[in-house]
């Protein structure tokens, strides 16, 4: 079974602090993203990476950084956390074929619930 | 820009009963249509997906009609159990390059009472 895992499951930060969510996948996936979902709002993709170290935009990246140091872990970064920051967030994975055709389907980790204060 | 709609926002079926989740999408360039169930305290998993080359697909009781023309698909679950209350998300991908990422729909809670 694929397994993606986040360091916490809830986290209780303060206005103004770094904050580091981390996301391990155990499967060789190639892609990994982030999300966070409010309610009423859905999933709305914050960042994603194809590679190690490489990284693209998704399409609410604003306060937000990621890092991929290494193929299976996948950094979300917080520089300065914000109240309206306060959110479910949610790391994903998913492969690449062998004829370098990405898979859409996404494997999803369980979500850290970060409140900021 | 939300490139895919979802409605409704949620739904209360009886047991036995039939539920009907719909989306539309505005991209012609998406070829993949899945559709994620999300229990409480979990991150969603992949339910049933469909390629707009067929105008429908069935698993069990899970069935996603697809309408190219229409730009919409929907997600019906026949003999709805209590089991399956659970937030619903429809998603979009494709048009190649990087486009492998999903535009999600907004999520329909879904309450199936016993």
């Known amino acids: 079974d694929v397994k993606v895992t986040q360091s916490s499951r809830y986290l209780v930060k303060r206005t103004g602090e770094k904050v580091f969510l981390e996301c391990v996948q155990d499967?060789?996936?190639?892609?990994m993203f982030w999300y966070r979902q409010d309610p009423g709002l859905g999933l709305r993709l914050i960042y994603f990476?194809?590679?190690?170290?490489?990284?693209e935009k998704g399409d609410i990246p604003e306060g937000y950084s990621v890092s991929r140091e290494k193929k299976e872990r996948f950094s979300l970064i917080l520089e300065s956390a914000s109240t309206n920051q306060t959110s479910m967030y949610l790391c994903?994975?998913?492969?690449?074929?062998?004829?370098?055709?990405?898979?859409?389907?996404?494997?999803f980790g369980p979500g850290t619930r970060l409140t900021v204060t | 820009q939300q490139q895919v709609k979802q409605s409704p926002q949620s739904l209360i079926v009886q047991k036995g009963g039939i539920s009907i989740i719909n989306c539309a999408y505005e991209?012609?360039?998406?070829?993949?249509f899945p559709w994620y169930q999300q229990f409480p305290g979990k991150g969603p998993a992949l339910l049933i997906a469909?390629?707009?080359?067929?105008s429908e697909k069935k698993e069990g009781r899970f069935t996603i009609s697809f309408n190219k023309s229409a730009k919409q698909f929907s997600l019906h679950i026949m003999d709805s159990q209590p089991g399956d209350s659970a937030t619903y998300f429809c998603?979009?991908?494709?048009?190649?390059?990087?486009?492998?990422?999903?535009?999600f729909g907004k999520g329909t809670l879904l309450t199936v009472n016993p």
């Open positions: 998603a979009a991908s494709g048009g190649g390059g990087s486009n492998y990422k999903l535009t």
């Open positions: 994903a994975s998913s492969p690449v074929l062998a004829t370098g055709t990405s898979v859409y389907e996404q494997y």
């Open positions: 990476s194809y590679d190690v170290k490489m990284k």
């Open positions: 991209n012609t360039a998406f070829d993949y």
């Open positions: 499967m060789d996936h190639e892609n």
């Open positions: 469909i390629r707009p080359d067929v």
